[in-house]
Structure formats: structure tokens, C-alpha cells
């Protein structure tokens, strides 16, 4: 869920290449100033702070920086508050801000959304190089490598859950401001101000209160403004309720605590102090009241310039990966070389199964009932008239299928179902099956977010991001009901189960080809200008095409489809893009002779 499935989290890790910059003689502490290589090439700036005269390993916390510019430069009264109190502490920055400005802000504010599709959150680098931080601090001599300790605010509290979740090297955690529920988020809209690295990407629907649960029993403070506004503090209660359970399962329920503070989305006295109080306790064995300990000093002359915390003062490395790594940092699936026909229907199923498992999970494990109903019937449109029913696809969502009918409808007749395009023009899907042969009765399906259930394209970016937070997407959803409505549809004493064509144009094409590749029942797709690709940008705004589906390129790409579909015909209309050339190739190599280009349906 946070990507991590190209980089070596179990078994041996490529080497850090430390390389120490400068150091900063401080009174009580020094300031190592240096970078390393969580990766080959994707180098992480940092300031190590190392407290004089230790002669035996120290704790040492690991803080990660949220979204201030200016990153270590910012955040440094919490890192030089750590040494004044014996901890070694090591302050990374994000690859967005900072000194290399890399990429946070991909569906949030460049179109990008096909991250979702690709598995990329940018928070998963933010991880990896977070965990790699964690190998770093224990190869210091300096560090008791059993008494580490992680925290941070805004996205560094998000960072702190995540963190302490992956590796159980941390030993308490202490997020400030980085987390609420998916419900709070979206319907407060608060999930609108958040950036993309705040979320996984959410294959299971997972909350923060899974993400709690594998951090139990280790000891866990989670501070809250009460005023945020990124994180509703209600939500933030219920999250602290939810995980205690958990500790108390294992009866450590004294182990998790929760700090209220008031004010908007920032530290307070308060909430550091409780911070430096939990860590002293939790990883030095002091306990020390929290009123005791001095807050940190934000005083101008306490404060090193950007200057003199620099790390790259000539810059980054030549060869620096971060404001590409969102291209690199996830593999997307190469076409396979198919080489016989007895392949296909061995690829088809490892994609379908990798689907159902990462790219449709939120398809309900128990369907509701379908509820037909009919809406409307006239006998002045279609030789045999026109009927409107409605059917439910998910709970609250209530769809409508109309059916012209050039058959007499208690007769068993093909079926070609038209899917309706977002905001088409009117008359645009009846003119797009106007030469359908006689012999087909013809549906017109508008799936969720289209026609009756259609929203303001102004809400379409909220929900695209909010939509992919729950687990799913736009598109995937768009598959579930189109293979509802074929469910319905077999409903009808006038419907010939054997024979249902699916008919798409545009952005509906890469629903259409998913729902045949999980319905085999599906006779035959027609496509007008399918979509190229599912790993293209959208528009920054979030309008146009929604094609993302969460993980879909990990495994396949809409192009390829064609190709495993084994026995359902795919006929190509209209602007063909040339990436099918793959599909035809192989149809062509393998004589089926399945997938053809025509003029017109």
C-alpha cells in the first residue's frame, strides 16, 4: 500500500554511502552535516545531531519534517532540543521541499493522477527513506540501536504512524497532527487541503486505526491541535478509542495517550514538551514530568541560517533521482511476450487475480439485492417501444439502463449495451449505435456519476482523490456497476444471456475492456477512440477522463487487454491509438483473428 514492493524491505539493502559534509560545533552538541543513498541515486540531505561527551550508545530519534519550505532549517529547535536532552537525532527531509524541490503534489495539483494507477504514493519514498534513516542511526557507534524513536508533524506525524507501522525497530512514536479518519476527511473536505503523501495507496480500505494497531503495544503519543484544519480533533478521538482497544488486548493500554492542544495545525508548548517527556521515559527509563522540561527555544538568535545547515553546497548530486523518482520508484508491467494461444488464458487469469486483489478489493464481498424496478415505458420509440428501469448496483446507488427494443420483449434476443460517456451530448450514444444491426436490441447504461447520478465537473477532482483515499477510483467503480447492469440485465425475459455486446467510446472504453476481462460472459466489445493508456496525466484541475485504477499498471495496461480476452471479440473504431498494435499483433500471430479495426459498428 505504500509502494514498497520494488525495494528491498526484507534481506540486504543497497549501502547508504554516507558522505559527511561539514560539521557544526555547537555548544553541547554538534551538527553532522551529511547525505545519503536510500537508493542508487536518490540521495536524502540530513543534520545529525550528537550530543558531546557520550561514552556509551544513546537513544536516538528519528524526526521527520512536514511540509515547511525551509525543512531542517524550520524544524531545528525540535532536533537541537533532542541533543540538549542526550538524544542523538537525525532530521531528514521530504523530496518535495527543502533543498531539492522534488514531487509531493501529483494528483493534488499536476493531473497526475495516474499515480493511482502506477501504486505510487510519494509518501512511500518518504518511507523507504525514513526507514533507511532508521539503518543509518543504527550504524552510528553513537546510537543504542534498540532505543530508537520516531515523530514529526503534519506530514511527518503522517510519516510517524507509517514509519513506526513498517519497522518494528522503533520503539515509541509520537505523530503530531498527522492523522484523522477517511470519513472526517472527506466529509469535512479536509482530505482537499491534504497532500498526496498523506495516504497509502488505500488497496484494502485500511483507516488509521489499522495502521495503529501494528504499531501495539510499543508506546505510541498521539498529540492533536484542537483546531486543525487538516484533521477534525473528533476524528483524532476516535482514532486514540479505536487503537486503545488494541493495546488493551494486550494489556498495555497505559502504552498509548492522547494530547489535546488548542490552536490551528501546529505544535504547542504543550504538545512538545509532552513529547520530549514521553521519549525521556520511554526510551532513557526517566520519568520526568512534562512541566519540568523546557519547551524549545524558536528565539531568531538561537536559530542556524539555511546557510549553515546546508548540505549540498554545490548543489545535489549530478545523478540525483528525487525529482524523477515518482517515474522510478514503482515498476510498471511490461507486455508479455506471448509466444501460443495456450498462454492467453494463463495470463488472463494472473491479471484478473492480481486485479480483484489490488485493483478491486472495494467491490462488495456481499452484493445488494438488485431491486429492479421499472422507471418508464413508451411504445413510440424502438420498433417494440422503449422501457427505463433502475437497478442497485452498490448500497444508495440506484442506476437506470434504458432499453430500446426491436424485438418483442418476452422474445430472447442479442443485446448490445451502450455505456453512457460523462457529460456526452445528447443524442451522442444514440447516434454512436444508430448502425447496429437489426438484430440487437440496444441499452443505454449511465454508471455512477454520469446522467441522473452525474455531479458538477467542479467536484470531480475532490472525488477522484477522495474516491482512490476509500480504496477505489472513479473507473473502477464505473466496472462494478457495468457488471451489475449486466447482471440486471440477464434479469429480463428478453435478454439473451449468450450474446451481450458492450459498446464504449472514449474515456468509457477502459471501463469497458475491464469489465470484459471479468465478465467472460461478455460476447463482444466495440471500441470507439479507445483510451491509450492508463499511464497518462489528467488535467492539474481534475476534470476530463477519469481512467486511474488503483495498482492497474503493476500488472497490465488498457492496450493489452484486448489481447486476454480469449474468446470475446474486440472490435477497434474511430482514432486507434498505436499502443494497440501490441494486441493486434498478438491476435494476428496467434491467427484468432478476435480483434479487428473496422469503420463502423
Known amino acids: 500500500m505504500m509502494g514498497l514492493c520494488d525495494v528491498p524491505v526484507n534481506g540486504e539493502r543497497p549501502p547508504l554511502n554516507v ?102 504514493t510519494p509518501g512511500g519514498v518518504e518511507l523507504w527513506n525514513a526507514i533507511r534513516g532508521l539503518d543509518l542511526l543504527c550504524e552510528r557507534p553513537e546510537v543504542d540501536d534498540e532505543k530508537l524513536g520516531v515523530t514529526g508533524i503534519s506530514g511527518g506525524g503522517a510519516q510517524s504512524w507509517y514509519i513506526a507501522a513498517a519497522d518494528v525497530r522503533v520503539k515509541a512514536v509520537a505523530p503530531v497532527c498527522g492523522a484523522s479518519t477517511l470519513k472526517a476527511q472527506i466529509l469535512t473536505k479536509t482530505i482537499d487541503g491534504h497532500c498526496d503523501c498523506m495516504m497509502p495507496i488505500n488497496t484494502f480500505g485500511w483507516d488509521f486505526h489499522d495502521i495503529g494497531a501494528l504499531i501495539a503495544p510499543r508506546p505510541l503519543l498521539i498529540g492533536q491541535a484542537d483546531r486543525d484544519g487538516l484533521n477534525q480533533v473528533e476524528s483524532v478521538r476516535d482514532i486514540y478509542h479505536g487503537v486503545k482497544q488494541i493495546y488493551d488486548l494486550y494489556h498495555a493500554g497505559d502504552l498509548i495517550s492522547l494530547v489535546e492542544t488548542p490552536g490551528g495545525h501546529s505544535y504547542h508548548p504543550i504538545s512538545r514538551q509532552k513529547t520530549f517527556s514521553f521519549f525521556l521515559k520511554y526510551l532513557m527509563d526517566q520519568d520526568i514530568p512534562f512541566q519540568d522540561i523546557a519547551d524549545v527555544d524558536t528565539t531568531k538568535k538561537a536559530q542556524l541560517s539555511a546557510q549553515e545547515l546546508q548540505v549540498y553546497v554545490n548543489g545535489p548530486p549530478a545523478d540525483d533521482r528525487t525529482k524523477t523518482i515518482q517515474d522510478s520508484f514503482i515498476g510498471i508491467a511490461a507486455a508479455p511476450a506471448v509466444q501460443s494461444a495456450a498462454e492467453i488464458p494463463a495470463l488472463r487469469e494472473n491479471v484478473v487475480s492480481f486485479l480483484k486483489e489490488k485493483t478491486f478489493a472495494a467491490f462488495p464481498a456481499n452484493p445488494a439485492p438488485l431491486a429492479g424496478r421499472l422507471e418508464f415505458r413508451t411504445a413510440d420509440d424502438g420498433r417494440f417501444g422503449r422501457t427505463t428501469y433502475s437497478f442497485v448496483s452498490e448500497c444508495d446507488w440506484r442506476l437506470r439502463v434504458e432499453i430500446q ?76 456497476d457495468v457488471l451489475r447492469c449486466i447482471e440486471f440485465l440477464k434479469t429480463l425475459p428478453g435478454i439473451s444471456e449468450k450474446d451481450i455486446v458492450l459498446a464504449a467510446q472514449d474515456e468509457m472504453t477502459v471501463v469497458a475492456l475491464h469489465a470484459g476481462l471479468l465478465d467472460k460472459t461478455i460476447s463482444a466489445l466495440v471500441l470507439k477512440n479507445p483510451v491509450e493508456s492508463q499511464n497518462m496525466s489528467s488535467q492539474p484541475n481534475g476534470r476530463g477522463p477519469a481512467v486511474e485504477m488503483l495498482n492497474c499498471l503493476r500488472v497490465t495496461d488498457t492496450f493489452q487487454i484486448p489481447a486476454l480476452l480469449v474468446t470475446t471479440k474486440v472490435y477497434l473504431i474511430g482514432n486507434v491509438p498505436a499502443t494497440y498494435q501490441w494486441s493486434l499483433d498478438v491476435d494476428r500471430k496467434l491467427g484468432s483473428g478476435r480483434i479487428q479495426v473496422i469503420a463502423d459498428i
Open 19 to 120: 558522505r559527511i559534509v561539514d560539521t557544526c560545533r555547537m555548544e553541547g552538541y554538534r551538527i553532522v552535516k551529511l547525505y545519503y543513498e536510500s537508493l542508487p541515486q536518490l540521495y536524502v540531505p540530513a543534520n545529525l545531531y550528537i550530543p558531546d561527551n557520550i561514552t556509551t550508545p544513546r537513544p536516538a530519534i528519528l524526526y521527520v519534517c512536514g511540509h515547511a519550505r525551509t525543512q531542517k532549517v524550520h524544524y531545528q529547535p525540535h532536533a537541537r532540543r533532542f541533543a540538549q536532552l542526550g538524544f542523538v537525532c537525525l532530521i531528514i527531509e521530504t523530496i518535495q521541499w527543502g533543498e531539492v524541490l522534488g514531487e509531493h503534489w501529483g494528483c493534488y495539483a499536476n493531473g497526475w493522477f495516474h499515480w493511482y494507477s502506477r501504486g505510487y
Open 405 to 480: 427494443w426491436r424485438h418483442n420483449e418476452v422474445e430472447r434476443h442479442p443485446i448490445l449495451v451502450v455505456l453512457r460517456n460523462p457529460e456526452e451530448e445528447r443524442w451522442s450514444s444514440e447516434e454512436f449505435a444508430s448502425s447496429v444491426g437489426e438484430k440487437y436490441n440496444v441499452a443505454f447504461f449511465e454508471a455512477r456519476g454520469i446522467g441522473d447520478t452525474g455531479w458538477a465537473p467542479n467536484q470531480q477532482w475532490h472525488i477522484r482523490r477522495a474516491s482512490a483515499w476509500t480504496g477505489r477510483t472513479i473507473a473502477s467503480m464505473r466496472v462494478y
